[in-house]
């Protein structure tokens, strides 16, 4: 297939996919780019830690969730176009409590999806999500070196229905090296 160059923005209403064919099998996977959406279309609310929270589409929601008591965010549908952005705006210095992100009715996460954890400290690894996975936990450590500190974003974002893809923005400072994350 021969390049093509634009003169003009590009639109989707579904994302932009990049695929990768396997040279040995002709196997096609795919995976979405751009799954951190543009802030300036969304609106932003601010809220306070609460045992369960019901994020809106469409909506930067600034949380100050701090590890102290449990926190289980369930997020609207996965409709086509939605996009949730988790703000994080204190440190996650109060405990060990958990801060679970859950799909709505039979959403998923998209499969492959990565996240950050150092469960272990300063050794980092990738948790990849498996098929039908609905919940993402993070668990914060009882100390001032989370990588889920203020300034920090978790982005939602459906550009196929039922299906939630992910993206994060943790911290990148020298000693941001505890909390766990991991899909289930």
């Known amino acids: 297939m021969a390049n093509t ?15 990768n064919k396997a040279a040995s099998t002709g196997v096609i996977t795919s995976r979405f780019l751009g799954t951190k959406p543009d802030l300036t ?13 019901t994020y809106t589409a469409n909506v930067i929601t600034v949380n100050n969730f701090t590890g102290a008591a449990t926190q289980a965010v369930t997020l609207p549908s996965a409709a086509v176009g939605t996009y949730v ?34 469960a272990t400290g300063a050794v980092q690894t990738i948790d990849t999500s498996i ?6 936990t993070y668990t914060p450590a009882n100390a001032a070196t989370n990588s889920l ?7 939602f974002t459906c550009f196929e229905k ?11 400072a020298n000693d941001a090296d505890t909390g766990a994350a991991a899909w289930s």
């Open 5 to 19: 160059s634009f003169n003009g923005p590009v639109r989707s209403e579904k994302g932009f996919q990049q695929i």
């Open 131 to 136: 098929a039908d996975e609905t919940v993402l």
């Open 41 to 53: 279309s969304l609106t932003a609310t601010s809220v306070a830690t609460a045992g369960t929270l």
């Open 162 to 172: 039922g299906i939630w893809n992910f993206a994060y923005d943790l911290s990148t």
């Open 149 to 155: 500190t203020h300034g920090c974003y978790l982005y």
């Open 85 to 118: 952005v988790h703000a994080q705006s204190d440190d996650t210095t109060g405990g060990t409590a958990v801060l679970t992100f859950t799909c709505a009715g039979d959403d998923v996460f998209r499969t492959g999806s990565k996240v950050e954890s150092r």
